[in-house]
């Protein structure tokens, strides 16, 4: 896609060097995918710490060792 933005050099010079993208179009895409990386993380923090993962009743690591032992 084709975007005009009007950006001010200093950010693009951080970003490219941040980046070592091969040129600006290179560099933005990877500091926007980091970007869209780190939000998604934020995002399933906050839904973890609404509902923390529980284990199930009855969980051991002991019957888990067995399973997996059992397999070879």
């Known amino acids: 896609m084709k ?12 970003v490219r ?3 070592g993208g091969k040129n ?3 560099s933005i895409e ?3 995918l980091e970007w869209i990386k ?4 934020k995002k ?3 839904i973890l710490q609404n509902n923390p993962l529980a284990f199930s009743e009855g969980f051991s690591a002991e019957k ?3 399973i997996n032992r059992s397999r070879k």
């Open 3 to 14: 975007v005009t933005a009007i950006l001010p050099d200093e950010l693009i010079s951080d």
């Open 64 to 66: 888990v060792r067995k």
């Open 44 to 46: 399933l923090n906050q």
């Open 30 to 32: 990877k500091a926007l």
């Open 24 to 26: 600006i179009t290179d």
């Open 17 to 19: 060097e941040l980046t």
């Open 38 to 41: 780190i939000a998604k993380l």
